[in-house]
Nanobody, 124 residues
Framework: QVQLVEAGGGLVQPGGSLRLSCAAS????????MAWFRQVSGKEREFVAG????????YSPDSVKGRFTISRDNAKNTVYLQMLSLKPEDTAVYFC?????????????????WGQGTQVTVSS
């Protein structure tokens, strides 16, 4: 069982940056694939970044590539999402997700564990 708690959301101006964190409980965090998704009301959750359990491989879609970076610190049971050059279209609730696997699915239904979400609003 893994419990996830996100933090770091808020209001930021276009072009600004934020770093989200996701603290995990559970002894096997270090063996889990971790990912960040985002969701706008009325739409499906969108994959924005994922990282393998050793942190050796990361994945992100073209919409955020070069702006968002996922990383993890297994000693602290924490995964991060550094977001740079934020745009109004990045506004969403951001969720942390985890699953006991070796690959990094883009499909939300592949993840068994979810945090409660943190709101990110990009607006002037």
């Amino acid at each position: 069982q893994v419990q996830l708690v996100e933090a770091g959301g808020g209001l930021v101006q276009p072009g600004g940056s934020l770093r989200l964190s996701c603290a995990a409980s559970g002894r096997t965090f270090s063996t889990y694939t971790m990912a960040w998704f985002r969701q706008v009301s009325g739409k499906e959750r969108e994959f924005v970044a994922g990282i393998t359990w050793k942190g050796g491989s990361t994945y992100s879609p073209d919409s955020v590539k070069g702006r968002f970076t996922i990383s993890r610190d297994n000693a602290k049971n924490t995964v991060y999402l550094q977001m740079l050059s934020l745009k109004p279209e990045d506004t969403a609730v951001y969720f942390c997700a985890a699953d006991d696997r070796f690959n990094v699915p883009y499909n939300q239904y592949s993840y068994a564990y979810w945090g409660q979400g943190t709101q990110v609003t990009v607006s002037s």
